[in-house]
């Protein structure tokens, strides 16, 4: 189940961070960046044992995420700039799991740490795949 928290976790970080401000930059910069991946979507997360998990997130701030057979859900909020997934149930097993995000690839793929120093990476899944 922590990795399943894991999976739920990387997206919304992604979903809560805002790209740098940039001075002076071209439009073209400015449009990629407004369109970094992240918020309401599915997304696969691939853990550093080659597991790989699917998160779904929604506009009103829940989650829900499967790795092999195990699921489940919750809530996400940003706490100091990080994302942070608070499954439900509130059971003292599974305590609220935050993480940082990293530099979005040209693939639109990122990776994401948790406090806790595990790192995966997040890829966008499009509808239809």
Do not use: H
């Not at 997360?45 to 997130?57: P, R």
């Amino acid at each position: 189940m922590k990795k399943l928290i894991a999976a739920a976790s990387v997206l919304a970080i992604a979903a809560c961070a805002e790209p740098a401000p940039t001075e002076e930059a071209p439009e073209e910069v400015v449009e990629e960046t407004a369109e970094a991946p992240g918020g309401p979507g599915t997304y696969e997360v691939t853990y550093a044992d080659g597991s790989v998990g699917m998160l779904t997130t929604t506009e009103d701030g829940t989650f829900t995420a499967t790795l092999g057979e195990e699921s489940g859900s919750g809530t996400v909020s940003e706490v100091d700039g990080k994302v942070c997934f608070d499954p439900e149930g509130d059971d003292p097993e599974q305590p609220t799991n935050c993480w940082t995000t990293g530099e979005v690839a040209e693939d639109g793929s990122w990776t994401s740490t948790s406090d806790d120093g595990e790192t995966v990476t997040v890829r966008p899944v499009e509808a239809g795949e």
